[in-house]
C-alpha cells in the first residue's frame, strides 16, 4: 500500500498549476489523463500523487479507505496477534510512488 506520509511530503513539495484537475472527458479517458496530468510522474501535484493519495476516483471502488504508516501497520499486526516478519518499502513501478510490503505471521 502506497505510504502516506512520503506521499503527502511528495504532495506538498510539488508543483500545484492546478491544470483541469479532473477530466473525464472521451479524450482525456483514451489518453488515461487523470488529474492533469497525462503521465505517472510525481512534478504535478494533481497527477500521480493524488491518485496515489485518493486512488484515480474514475470508477466505483477504485478510492482508497484508508492510508497507512509502516507505524500504523505494526499496531494493526499486533492487535491482530501478528509478528511483522518483513518490512521493506520499493517503489511503484509506472511513477515514484512509495509503497510499503508489510508480511505477518500468525502468532
Not at 510539488?14 to 479532473?22: C, G, I, K, P, S
Not at 510525481?42 to 486512488?55: D, E, K, M, Q
Not at 509502516?70 to 511503484?92: H, T
Amino acid at each position: 500500500m502506497p505510504d502516506f506520509e512520503t506521499l503527502v511530503k511528495q504532495w506538498l513539495e510539488a508543483e500545484d498549476n492546478w491544470q483541469d484537475w479532473y477530466r473525464d472527458d472521451n479524450k482525456a479517458i483514451e489518453q488515461k489523463h487523470w488529474f492533469g496530468t497525462y503521465e505517472y510522474s510525481s512534478n504535478n501535484r494533481w497527477g500521480h500523487i493524488t491518485a496515489s493519495l485518493f486512488g484515480s476516483q474514475n470508477g466505483e471502488g477504485q478510492y482508497h479507505k484508508n492510508c497507512y504508516t509502516i507505524g500504523k501497520l505494526r499496531n494493526i499486526f499486533k492487535k491482530l496477534d501478528f509478528d511483522m516478519v518483513d518490512e521493506s518499502y520499493y517503489k511503484w513501478p509506472r511513477g515514484d510512488t512509495r509503497i510499503i510490503k508489510a508480511i505477518g505471521k500468525k502468532r
